[in-house]
Each structure stands twice: as structure tokens, then as C-alpha cells.
């Protein structure tokens, strides 16, 4: 055997303690690790503590799904209600057109929503004119830093029945409609206005992934005679499907949250049968001091992302044990 090899076996069998975190000596060893990286504990201290208040601390609020919420008892003194909200939650008739609208419109943002950052970096990253490439990047990533409600008062005049759009389509002899006032077109416009104020903004990890590509790897395919789309279709791809898989898991987790701000700023009276979802549906319960029901329905809402999160996760490790969120 080596000698440096075997007197690393030697050292690990002779401080099998320090090895062992549950020992005095593994703790020490901790203990040192934190303090040569003490700097960043501290500077993830804040973020942690944000964390903590915001995301875990407000969870104590779930009890009042199960109970017969009184505010002059409080959560906790208030009487048990067993799964009575669910039973409610379920019968009611809001709830269900609620579920039915939200599914659709998450279905539809998965399929056509979640690919446009994907295609949009892949083909700034097959532009090869850097002040032109650098262009398209910043015109596409504005309206990632509006609000819903500036974006919302840009699109009803543009999308108006005397707006920008229509006058356009007016040219190629295409009759007005008033876009986002038709629940017919209601779905179409929540997926192409989510794709307009996201995909720019999006593209941005998948093009660092993209930039981390071996360049030799197109030179080889290049001179192997490859076009450009077979090496989109087998070196781009590949290189960022793990990037690809991580964020796919990550927003599945959010698969029934399909952007309260954006349905809240455009749904109107006429859509409003198409675009009630289950956070509109939160709010209203909310608003009418059915705190029970309206905690009922987020549980609900956390509950069925946390399955899906597990499911593909599972599915994900069957098909690559090396890939996956955990």
C-alpha cells in the first residue's frame, strides 16, 4: 500500500472519536470549523433570522383551520373544530370553481411559462453580436422590475379595444377584441403577459449555465460538421438539465400559487368566473372574517405543492440518484 495512504488509515483509525460528531472530540472539531468560517456565519445570520420570522414563525397560524376561530379567545383558546373547515371547504361552491381555475392556469404556465426562459437563453446564447445580445437581455428583463399593478395599467390601455395591439392586428384585417375583458381569452392572456414579464429575467440562470459550457465541446462538434440545432439538441441541453431539473422542483412546489399579484391586477367582472383562484379565494374569505375557511384553503394550497415537491423528487432520483433536490 502507499505509504501516504496507509498513514492516513493509521491517523482515522487511531482519532476514530474525532470523526464522530456526537463525541467531545467531533464536537471540538465542529466548534473550530465554525469559528474558521465565522465571517460567514454572521453574514448569514440576518437572512436565517428573516427566514425563520417570516416562513416558520407565521406556521403557528395553522392551527386555525382545525379550530372554531374566536379572536376575543385567541388561536389557542379557541374550540377545536376537527376536519369541520375541510368539510366546508370542499361543499363550498367557490372553492371548486377556485381549484378548477387554478389548476388550469398552473397546467398551462407549466407548459408554456416555465420553458420561454429556457428558449429565450438559448438562443441569446447562440447570438454571437455581444451589444445586440446585451440589448435583447435588458429590454427583456424591465418588466421583471415593474409591479403587477404599472404592468396591469400598461396592458389595459394597450390591449384596450382603441389600444396598440388591437390597431396592429386592425392592419392585417383582424377584428378588435377586448382581450382581457372576454373570459375567453382570459387564460391565453395570463400565460403571455406572465411570459412577457418573466422569461427576460428567468434566462438569467439558465445563461450562466450556459456560459459555464467547455467551449471545446461546440470547436468539436463544429469541426465534426454538427449544425447549430444538434449542438443545441445535444450539448446545450444536456449541460443544463441539472440547472433545468433544480427549477423545475423548485416551482412545482409552487404549482397551485399561480401569481396572486398578477390575477388580482387583471381579472375584472367579466373574467371573474375565470379568474378566481385559490389565493383570491384566501383573500375574499379573508376579507369577510372566515379566518378558518381562508386557512383552510392555504393549507390546502401548501399541502398539495409539498406532494408534488415529493413526487418529483421521487421520480427525478429513479431516473438520476445524482440529481434532485435532496
Do not use: C
Amino acid at each position: 500500500m502507499h505509504k501516504g495512504g496507509a498513514d492516513k488509515m493509521e491517523i482515522r483509525s487511531a482519532l476514530p472519536e474525532a470523526r464522530n460528531p456526537g463525541t467531545a472530540a467531533g464536537w471540538q472539531r465542529q466548534w473550530r470549523v465554525y469559528k474558521q468560517h465565522r465571517a460567514l456565519i454572521i453574514m448569514l445570520l440576518p437572512g436565517l433570522a428573516l427566514f425563520l420570522l417570516f416562513s416558520y414563525v407565521p406556521m403557528y397560524g395553522v392551527i386555525i383551520a382545525f379550530k372554531h376561530f374566536q379572536i376575543t379567545e385567541g388561536i389557542l383558546g379557541s374550540p377545536w373544530a376537527g376536519w369541520e373547515n375541510f368539510q366546508r371547504l370542499f361543499q363550498g361552491n367557490g372553492f371548486m370553481n377556485a381549484l378548477r381555475n387554478s389548476v388550469v392556469i398552473a397546467f398551462l404556465k407549466m407548459v408554456f411559462v416555465f420553458p420561454a426562459p429556457i428558449v429565450l437563453a438559448l438562443l441569446l446564447n447562440e447570438l454571437r453580436i455581444t451589444w445586440f445580445r446585451r440589448t435583447i437581455q435588458t429590454v427583456t428583463y424591465l418588466p421583471h422590475f415593474f409591479s403587477w399593478v404599472v404592468l396591469a395599467g400598461i396592458l389595459f390601455p394597450f390591449l384596450g379595444n382603441d389600444g396598440g395591439f388591437n390597431k396592429l392586428l386592425g392592419v392585417f384585417g383582424i377584428p378588435q377584441q377586448l382581450w382581457l375583458l372576454e373570459p375567453d381569452y382570459f387564460y391565453g392572456m395570463v400565460v403571455l403577459t406572465n411570459i412577457w414579464q418573466s422569461a427576460g429575467w428567468g434566462s438569467i440562470v439558465y445563461f450562466a449555465a450556459l456560459a459555464s459550457i467547455d467551449p471545446s465541446l461546440y470547436e468539436a462538434a463544429i469541426a465534426d460538421g454538427a449544425s447549430r440545432w444538434r449542438r443545441i439538441w445535444h450539448i446545450s441541453l444536456p449541460s443544463i438539465a441539472p440547472t433545468v431539473i433544480i427549477m423545475y422542483l423548485l416551482n412545482i412546489g409552487h404549482f397551485l400559487s399561480v401569481g396572486f399579484d398578477q390575477i388580482y391586477n387583471l381579472v375584472t367582472s367579466p373574467t371573474s368566473g375565470v379568474g378566481e383562484i385559490l389565493d383570491t379565494y384566501v383573500l375574499r374569505r379573508l376579507l369577510t372574517m372566515d379566518y378558518e375557511l381562508g386557512t383552510a384553503a392555504g393549507l390546502f394550497n401548501s399541502t398539495v405543492g409539498l406532494v408534488l415537491v415529493l413526487i418529483a423528487n421521487t421520480l427525478v432520483k429513479l431516473y438520476d440518484k445524482e440529481r434532485g433536490l435532496w
